[in-house]
Nanobody
Framework: QVQLVESGGGLVQAGGSLRLSCVAS????????MGWFRQAPGKERDFVAA????????AYADSVKGRFAISRVNAVNTVYLQMNSLKPEDTAVYYC?????????????????WGQGTQVTVSS
């Protein structure tokens, strides 16, 4: 079956950096566009970033533009989220997701598969 497994979360001070990874299995990774979403306690799951199948095009939420970078390496079935200049408001559980058809989609409903999430906590 399809599995997406995130790692790399943790506790970091404001201004610090983290790199999240998501390893996919059970699917042909290069056929899927990938995205990162996040969900803070009591809030909706929000779009963070997306990358197309080839990695040639990316999209970002306004709140993370210039600070976060999404990338992928199809040879190892992995998508990354480099997070720099972290702020306390970036604290959330971060999820990676895969969609077969919706390139760069901001909508969680467009994604077919989800990971279990990794916690990111940014202290002030």
């Amino acid at each position: 079956q399809v599995q997406l497994v995130e790692s790399g979360g943790g506790l970091v001070q404001a201004g610090g950096s983290l790199r999240l990874s998501c390893v996919a299995s059970g699917l042909t990774f290069s056929n899927f566009h990938m995205g990162w979403f996040r969900q803070a306690p009591g809030k909706e799951r929000d779009f963070v970033a997306a990358v197309t199948r080839s990695g040639g095009s990316t999209a970002y939420a306004d709140s993370v533009k210039g600070r976060f970078a999404i990338s992928r390496v199809n040879a190892v079935n992995t998508v990354y989220l480099q997070m720099n200049s972290l702020k306390p408001e970036d604290t959330a559980v971060y999820y990676c997701a895969a969609t077969r058809y919706y390139s760069g989609s901001y909508y969680a409903r467009d994604y077919n598969y989800w990971g279990q999430g990794t916690q990111v906590t940014v202290s002030s």
